[in-house]
């Protein structure tokens, strides 16, 4: 299937902050630590209405959230050596690390425009191999007069690249980088950082769950190669817990027997994986290891209110195993979830995922992981 082109373009623009890494969680983690300072208790206010602005703008926000009594340039000061420590264990999101290479090895020039200071953005790519010597052009949002929204630092990168506005396809994650692409006449692709809220970014030419789901050739740039059999690798994760009653409804409705997994026992792998449908081996403590393919995330159709990991282990189990400790790899990504009009395409859809899954795990691409030591590590006896 050969999507619509939309409009080709010729070169990328790349937000940072909430696009390729994922700081949007780690600006709470310093002020948790930082606020102290200033006998304050963090508490998760203005987290939403942080996203996209520079840096002064979020400092002279925080003052004012917490009435703070010191100037915003105090404020950055006191707050700069917190960071800088924070940066080095910042992870790439989903698809990043994939994005750039890809492009980079064809040849398609990026330009990275953030809102940071030029200075924190290198100090932030300086952790990730391979990405500064792959942009083409890096703009910080102290070398404009304005920051996102206006669409003076994504001009500037066209400029810079030496394109028009118009040959530019943008990647942001916030509202005011999607105004400020838009404003420089560029075509947007959002990947929102912050789930279930799609209705804001309205204006863009399209809204992806994650980089993993960006399909480069709708402006005919040259297309991943990595998919295969409807599948995409992925670098494997581990998970496991005891099996718990899941919301009952997927066994229920559905007529799909999840074992679902506690999501307060790994929320930090959870946060880092995008939502969407996953599949892999599974170890069943004493019993064996089957395949499996999963949701993890809200399930739009139920609107799940958590985050939750709900893997199908496919194999006819007579009846259930609640308390069990279930391990999983989880070796690739099929989609992004989805919301179906009737409960039937649904559960048309989740049997298509299961087809896929089990077909692809006989591949030897992903059959090896079967063999992975950690699935029996609740294991008795070795068979
Ligand atoms: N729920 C959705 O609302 N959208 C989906 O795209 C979706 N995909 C799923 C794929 C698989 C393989 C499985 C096992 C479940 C999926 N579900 C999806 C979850 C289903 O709705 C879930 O079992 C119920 O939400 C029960 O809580
Ligand atoms: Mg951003």
């Not at 959230?65 to 080095?88: I, K, Q, R």
Request: net charge negative; aromatic share 10%; with cysteine.
């Amino acid at each position: 299937m050969t999507p619509s082109i939309r409009r080709p373009v010729s070169c990328v623009i790349l937000d940072l902050d909430g696009t390729l890494i994922d700081t949007e969680g780690s600006v709470d983690d310093v002020l948790k630590v930082f606020l102290v300072k200033y006998g304050k208790k963090w508490d998760g206010r203005g987290t939403l209405n942080r996203t996209g602005k520079t840096q002064k703008e979020a400092a002279a926000a925080i003052i004012e959230d917490y009435g703070l009594h010191c100037s915003v340039e105090e404020f950055m000061t006191d707050v700069a050596p917190f960071f800088t420590d924070f940066w080095s264990k910042i992870k790439a999101l989903p698809g990043a690390d994939r994005l750039i290479k890809h492009l980079h090895r064809h040849g398609v020039r990026i330009a990275l425009a953030s809102n940071s200071s030029k200075d924190g953005i290198e100090q932030k790519i300086s952790y990730h191999h391979g990405w500064k010597e792959s942009f083409s052009v890096i703009i910080g949002g102290d070398e404009v007069q304005e920051g996102k929204p206006s669409p003076e630092i994504f001009l500037e990168a066209a400029k810079r690249l030496n394109v028009d506005p118009s040959s530019c396809l943008v990647v942001e994650d916030s509202v005011p980088g999607i105004t400020a692409g838009k404003a420089a006449g560029m075509e947007v692709v959002a990947v929102p950082s912050i789930p279930n809220q799609t209705h804001l970014y309205g204006s863009a030419d399209e809204v992806i769950n994650s980089l993993l789901d960006l399909q480069l050739e709708k402006w005919g740039l040259p297309q991943f190669e990595d998919w295969i059999e409807g599948t995409l690798p992925i670098d494997p994760w581990y998970i496991g817990g005891p099996v718990i009653k899941g919301y009952g409804r997927g066994s229920k409705i559905l007529g799909i027997p999840t074992a679902n997994l506690p999501p307060d026992g790994f929320s930090d792998v959870l946060s880092q994986h995008s939502s969407g449908v996953y599949f892999g081996w599974a170890g069943l403590e004493n019993r064996g290891i089957y395949k499996m393919v999963m949701s993890i995330g809200w399930n739009p159709y139920f609107n799940n209110a958590e985050k939750t990991v709900e893997p199908w282990l496919l194999h006819d189990f007579n009846k259930d195993f609640y308390g069990e400790q279930l391990l999983l790899v989880v070796v690739g990504y099929i989609r992004p979830q989805a919301n179906f009009a009737s409960l039937s395409d649904l559960i048309d859809r989740i049997h298509e995922d299961r087809r896929i899954a089990e077909k692809a795990l006989d591949m030897p691409l992903y059959s090896g992981y079967k063999d992975t030591p950690y699935l029996k590590t609740m294991w008795k006896h070795d068979e």
